[in-house]
């Protein structure tokens, strides 16, 4: 349906979960928060997604939370206003950073509170030249979510983290380049093509690896390093054991370019 909150579309590997909301500028209500969390579930499950794309429909890549919708929870007194962070930003934050697959942002315009941490949970962020990111929350009396503690300040430092988070304001496309916000920077007409290649290489790599990779760099950020290089060495048996190891070894025996099926 072309007018539901969140599309999934597929090309090979890449599965792309578009939130559709363009006249809300993506902002999350409690309709478009369930369909984004079941179609994250959906394509992480799915072994025949190796690589996901997450992205926005119209100039905004996602602004939040939906404020007409929190403003009327608010004054009616709704326990749904205070359910959200639980039942929806926390699961569908977790899959984004943990989901066994590489997780592409594709930040197609403004990026603002839960938006901007969603796109900061991602393994990679090609970003539009007109784009930007506004970690919005304080400015309406709010603390962060959406794993925003966590990824920020691993991304920038705690100190700029803060910055970002007490006084907000929109980080343009160049200067989240500068901080590390953004992996690459590219002219908004040229983001879908940039993805998209970025996308298939991704998607033609051996994917047990790269699920692995993610969760041993998570890991290690809070184990010490006894402990992370004992999980290293878990994960290394467990890709070991893969077919995709097996065919790389053969083939650089054979001085050939692997082939990799995700298995």
């Known amino acids: 349906m072309s007018d539901a909150p969140v599309l999934v579309t597929r090309d090979g590997g890449v599965a792309t979960v578009r939130l559709n909301r363009p006249d809300a500028m ?80 594709a930040v197609n315009g403004v990026a603002a509170g839960a938006g901007a941490s969603l796109a900061f949970a991602s393994d990679l962020r090609i970003v539009a030249d007109t784009a930007g990111f506004n970690m919005a929350f ?67 790599g051996p994917t047990v690896a790269y699920g692995s990779v993610r969760r041993a760099v998570d890991h290690s950020a809070s184990h010490d390093l006894e402990q992370s290089l004992a999980y290293e060495g878990e994960l290394m048996t467990l890709t070991g054991k893969t077919q995709d190891h097996a065919d790389a070894v053969d083939a650089f025996l054979a001085k050939e370019k692997p082939t990799f099926h995700g298995r």
């Open 26 to 105: 993506n902002s999350l209500d409690v309709a478009t928060k369930e369909s984004l969390l079941a179609a994250l579930q959906q394509v992480a499950d799915d072994a025949e997604v190796r690589v996901v794309v997450l992205t926005g429909s119209g100039r905004a890549f996602c602004v939040g939370q939906d404020l007409k919708e929190h403003v009327g929870l608010l004054k009616s007194g709704s326990e749904a206003l205070f359910a959200t962070v639980p039942e929806h930003y926390n699961p569908i934050v977790t899959l984004v950073a943990e989901m066994n697959k590489p997780v592409i942002a």
């Open 138 to 204: 304080t400015g309406i009396a709010l603390s962060c979510d959406t794993g925003a503690s966590w990824t920020l300040p691993r991304l920038i430092g705690t100190a700029k983290a803060k910055e970002l988070l007490l006084m907000p304001r929109t980080v343009k496309a160049d200067e989240a380049l500068s901080l590390g916000l953004a992996t690459r920077v590219v002219p908004a007409d040229e983001l879908d093509a940039a993805v998209a290649e970025l996308a298939a290489t991704l998607a033609a």
